[in-house]
T-cell receptor, first 111, second 112 residues
């Protein structure tokens, strides 16, 4: 009965590859987010979707493309991976409030 | 430019004592503040929040204080327990809808 789940938990890949991270929430929330936690441990928002509509798009390279097939899912696709993309990526969701519920994170390592 | 700052990277406290974690912010447009707790290899979990119309919010052992004039908030944990050992993130919101701006986190170690 996991509230916000992400797959995979770990992802190791080579530079130049394309990869996807999936996120699902079963809380009935209408807003979902992607965050990146870099090596300095800062959590920074990348994207936010509300009812499948993009509402926040921070300054993120266009190699990153979020896709929301429905309210319960928000996937992150990354093209042409670079070394600097190595980080932990967190998915989160919320319902009409600032309180966001986070998934367990996906540790991406680009070699 | 960091709009939310947690200047203490770590804090060590004896079990049973009070833990005080501090957070400063620079953006006067922020009107809602949250504390999250994070264990290794897990996502952050919501702990407690406070609106800018209040100066204190309490939930069990956790109390958050807000000083708007100083742009400062603090989280008090009393009494501290070993299970409280984690990274604590301060976050602020209000300028851009549901966008949360996080501090760098403070590692709390509660010694038994």
């Amino acid at each position: 009965d996991t509230a916000v789940s992400q797959t995979p938990k770990y992802l190791v890949t080579q530079m130049g590859n394309d990869k996807s991270i999936k996120c699902e929430q079963n809380l009935g929330h209408d807003t979902m987010y992607w965050y990146k936690q870099d090596s300095k441990k800062f959590l920074k928002i990348m994207f936010s979707y509300n009812n499948k509509e993009l509402i926040i798009n921070e300054t993120v390279p266009n190699r990153f493309s979020p896709k929301s097939p429905d309210k319960a899912h928000l996937n992150l696709h990354i093209n042409s991976l670079e070394l600097g993309d190595s980080a932990v990526y967190f998915c989160a969701s919320s319902l009409d409030s600032y309180e966001q519920y986070f998934g367990p994170g996906t540790r991406l390592t680009v070699t | 430019d960091q709009q939310v700052k947690q200047n203490s990277p770590s804090l060590s406290v004896q079990e049973g004592r009070i833990s005080i974690l501090n957070c400063d912010y620079t953006n006067s447009m922020f009107d809602y503040f949250l504390w999250y707790k994070k264990y290794p290899a897990e996502g952050p979990t919501f702990l407690i929040s406070i609106s800018s119309i209040k100066d204190k919010n309490e939930d069990g052992r956790f109390t958050v204080f807000l000083n708007k004039s100083a742009k400062h908030l603090s989280l008090h944990i009393v009494p501290s327990q070993p299970g409280d050992s984690a990274v604590y993130f301060c976050a602020a919101a209000g300028e851009y809808g549901n966008k949360l701006v996080f501090g760098a986190g403070t590692i709390l170690r509660v010694k038994s």
